[in-house]
């Protein structure tokens, strides 16, 4: 699977958006962009996955660009229990199954 | 539905105890994992399982980590003889195929 990158922190003002990106730039056609985030003392919890087209859901928005060597997450009004880890993971369709997970982002909303 | 349930919560054992965590997964997952996390090492997986079959071991750190699914229902991962260096929190968590994993809460080990 291929490899990401995301900043080790980020922080966003209560009520606004939080934008946090990721670069996967050795990913294939066939490989998925997942979503999960980690708030403190708890299990990783999903949050969306995309392969090319841009994808909303209930908890955020995905952005994927064109060439799909990057990727935004986008958490429209972010709130004080937004504060988690939020980890990006490249994960083919076929084949393994496993998801593996890097460091991740450490995203705190201040109020 | 009850989500992936892990026990115990919290583990306190002694230096060469046998360990034994335990997970439930949600009905109709056909996907079990076990992880591990740790300040040092982050989130490392350990072994997967499908329909209890055990498909990937290669994260298991060494001969004294072993893990069952003696059925769809029920896993287990045993430390035997367990070290301080194996404390840690650890996951379980299932999937219905190549769909999003659903985590358990986690087990806090620590070895004394």
């Known amino acids: 699977d291929a490899k990401t990158t995301q900043p080790p922190s980020m922080d966003c003002a209560e009520g606004r958006a939080a934008n946090l990106p990721c670069n996967h730039s050795t990913i294939s056609g066939n490989e998925y962009v997942y979503w999960y985030r980690q708030i403190h003392s708890q299990g990783p919890q999903y949050i969306i996955h995309g392969l090319k087209n841009n994808e909303t859901n209930e908890m955020a928005s995905l952005i994927i660009t064109e060439d799909r060597k990057s990727s935004t997450l986008i958490l429209p009004h972010a709130t004080l229990r937004d504060t988690a880890v939020y980890y990006c993971i490249v994960r083919g369709i076929q084949g393994a199954q496993k998801l593996v997970f890097g460091q991740g982002t450490r995203l705190t909303i201040n109020p | 539905d009850a989500g992936v349930i892990q026990s115990p919560r919290h583990e306190v054992t002694e230096m060469g105890q046998e360990v034994t965590l335990r997970c439930k997964p949600i009905?109709?997952?056909?996907?079990l994992f076990w992880y591990r996390q740790t300040m040092m090492r982050g989130l490392e997986l350990l072994i997967y399982?499908?329909?209890?079959?055990?498909?990937?071991d290669s994260g298991m750190p060494e001969d004294r980590f072993s893990a069952k699914m003696p059925n769809a229902s029920f896993s287990t991962l045993k430390i035997q003889p367990s070290e301080p260096r194996d404390s840690a929190v650890y996951f379980c968590a299932s999937s219905p195929g190549q769909r999003s994993y659903t985590f358990g809460s986690g087990t806090r080990l620590t070895v004394v």
């Open positions: 399982f499908n329909n209890n079959v055990p498909i990937d």
């Open positions: 009905s109709g997952h056909d996907y």
